[in-house]
């Protein structure tokens, strides 16, 4: 179980430093935009809609890592008016509400996923997207999420365990 | 009254999921499939709403956000800002309370340069607090400013916050941020008159302490080297905005930049804290990006099942006036600060507020800044204001909520001041977008 789980959590880390190297180059494209075009040089045309999926990619990829290192926001004001005891319960049944949430929005994505494959669908902005590259982040992210969930379920750590300091926020 | 139901069902479930503690995103994502069941169609529904992440997501105007993220990380990773603290520290003279006077020219200069009040209040207070205690500064004086300071960065721009609120209403992003400037050079202007009366009413609670006498020649140098270049990215990010010369996006690519520039110029550039950055930067966007693509189903849910509408219309029936409506408003969100974050508040108030300032006709921009302020205030109101944790983490073992909520309470009064004085005079809010 423990070299499962190290390597589900390597995965996810791996499509988190994705995500670094993608954000990173959207910096590196909108400043290259931006020198170009007051250069009098023909900006970078497809530059935008990358942009745009390069966020839909740093929206969905890192799910599983912030599962594991407890990078999602939570309030917690009902649970903790419970007893201690009543906490414990809570916290178990909302780990297995996770992993159901996240196994069924994979269902959905992987579908769609499949469906787009299966008919060559896309989307055209500046370039065609191929659609099946929009519902893969999605579904990667979620099906990872549902293991990093059942890594709390079985008792690994718990999400409420965190110093303030490391919390998430703008 | 067909609205109470799914008006009811979804406000219920989505406040009753994220008090049990569940993740704000994927107590969004049942409340969606939920409502998607009931109110559209069941599992058409959600394979729409899976669609429509796609939209919600790939725009535009949301890329400033991870690009000030990355910035503002850089800044204090590479160790940036201590040299402006430091040369701050030079310059203000032997006041009393001048390690307070300090942190707010600190947090004003940060959050030009961060838009994020965790990163500002995490950081100051850890510079800070262990000082100003050691100069027997009470914590009033010691955890307030910091706080006060700290919540600058959510209308100073590049405010985080500003640009999530402006995409979501689809308001002009740049307009709003720009918005922000004067408010928050007021607002810290209002923190040291509030810091000078609490002096005069109690000289102990900050005590003077002997400051080495610096040659004016020293403190303009300080100033030269440490705080002028800093100049230099706020023009690239706000200047170029009021300018007219680069979109939100582009002027915070620049600041990205203009920071790197920076780094080189100081010696400080390292592969590890860029690493940093963009780790800090994937994180709050993953986070924030998530709880965006459910809530842009949620308020389709909300708006499809009738309840969006039929709110509105109960409430307007009332007519009590826009701006009872508009205290309301600001009421509510004052209340939900109390036991929510600022995103999931956004989140959740925007769907019902934004029709409702539609229908009265408020300019959008000046009611966005209100909000933006509104929402700034449940950084620091307890049992659950995030800064008032954050400052306890960083204060000494044993510190209490108590302690802490009652030095930030006079900075609150400030931000609620300031939001009267927008409500009054909103050419304060107004007058720089009107130039663009």
């Known amino acids: 179980m423990e070299t499962f789980f190290k390597l589900v959590g390597w995965l996810s880390l791996a499509l988190a430093s994705l995500v670094k190297l993608i954000l990173a180059a959207i910096v590196i494209e909108v400043v290259s935009d931006v020198v170009l075009r007051n250069l009098n040089f023909r900006p970078i045309s497809w530059g935008v809609s990358a942009t745009e999926y390069g966020l839909l990619y740093s929206a969905f990829l890192p799910v599983p890592w912030l599962v594991r290192t407890k990078g999602h926001v939570f309030v917690e004001f009902l649970r903790r008016a419970l007893p201690q005891g009543g906490r414990l319960v809570l916290e178990k049944a909302v780990y297995a509400l996770c992993i159901g949430l996240c196994l069924y929005l994979t269902f959905y994505a992987f579908a769609a996923f499949l469906d787009a494959l299966a008919t060559g669908a896309y989307e055209t902005k500046t370039f065609d997207m191929p659609k099946w590259l929009i519902f893969l982040p999605i579904s990667l992210g979620f099906f990872l999420s549902a293991l990093e969930w059942c890594r709390y379920i079985v008792g690994h750590d718990s999400l409420y365990d965190i110093d303030v300091l490391d919390r998430e926020g703008l | ?436």
Request: glycine share 10%.
């Open chain 2, 1 to 436: 009254m067909d609205w109470l139901f799914p008006f009811a069902l979804m406000v219920g479930l989505i406040l009753f999921f994220m008090g049990v503690g569940l993740p704000v995103a994927f107590a969004f994502f049942i409340t969606n499939i939920v409502g998607l069941y009931l109110f559209f169609g069941g599992s058409a529904g959600v394979t729409q709403m899976i669609s429509n992440f796609s939209d919600a997501i790939a725009t535009y105007s949301l890329a400033p956000l991870p690009l000030f993220l990355i910035m503002g990380s850089l800044f204090f990773r590479s160790g940036l800002g201590d040299g402006v603290m430091h040369a701050l520290d030079l310059c203000i003279g032997n006041l009393r309370a001048r390690l307070s006077y300090v942190v707010l020219a600190a947090g004003a200069v940060f959050s030009a340069l961060s838009g994020s009040s965790l990163a500002n209040t995490g950081m100051m207070g850890s510079l800070m607090v262990p000082e100003m205690l050691k100069r027997g500064y009470k914590p009033k004086m010691a955890y307030g400013p910091i706080l006060g300071a700290g919540s600058l960065a959510v209308i100073i721009p590049p405010s985080s916050l500003g640009v999530l609120l402006g995409s979501l209403a689809n308001i002009n992003v740049g307009a709003l941020l720009i918005a922000g400037a004067l408010p928050g050079l007021l607002l810290c202007l209002i923190f040291a008159g509030l810091i000078y009366v609490q002096t005069l009413l109690d000289p102990d609670c900050a005590p003077l302490y002997p400051v080495e006498e610096i040659s004016l020649g020293r403190k303009l140098q300080a100033v030269a080297i440490n705080v002028v270049p800093m100049g230099v990215i706020i023009f690239l990010v706000v200047g170029t905005i009021l300018l007219g010369i680069a979109t939100p996006t582009e002027s915070a690519a620049l600041g990205c930049a203009g920071v790197f520039c920076l780094l080189f110029a100081y010696r400080r550039f390292s592969w590890k804290s860029v690493w940093a950055a963009l780790d800090d930067a994937m994180k709050v966007t993953g986070m924030t990006f998530l709880i965006i693509s459910a809530s842009t189903t949620f308020s389709q849910v909300f708006a499809f099942s009738g309840a969006s509408s039929g709110f509105i219309d109960f409430v307007t029936g009332f007519d009590p006036g826009p701006y009872t409506f508009l205290f309301l408003m600001v009421l509510v969100i004052l209340i939900l600060g109390m036991f929510m974050d600022q995103v999931s508040m956004m989140l959740i108030t925007l769907p019902i507020f934004l029709p409702i300032a539609n229908h009265f006709g408020f300019d959008l921009v000046w009611f966005a800044l209100i909000l933006l302020l509104a929402y700034e205030v449940g950084f620091t109101t307890p049992p659950f204001g995030l800064l008032l944790f954050v400052m306890i983490g960083v204060a000494p073992p044993g510190t209490s909520l108590k302690t802490v909520a009652f030095a930030a309470a006079p900075f609150i009064a400030c931000t609620l001041l300031l939001i009267v004085l927008i409500v009054a005079f909103p050419q304060i809010a107004l007058f720089l977008p009107h130039l663009l």
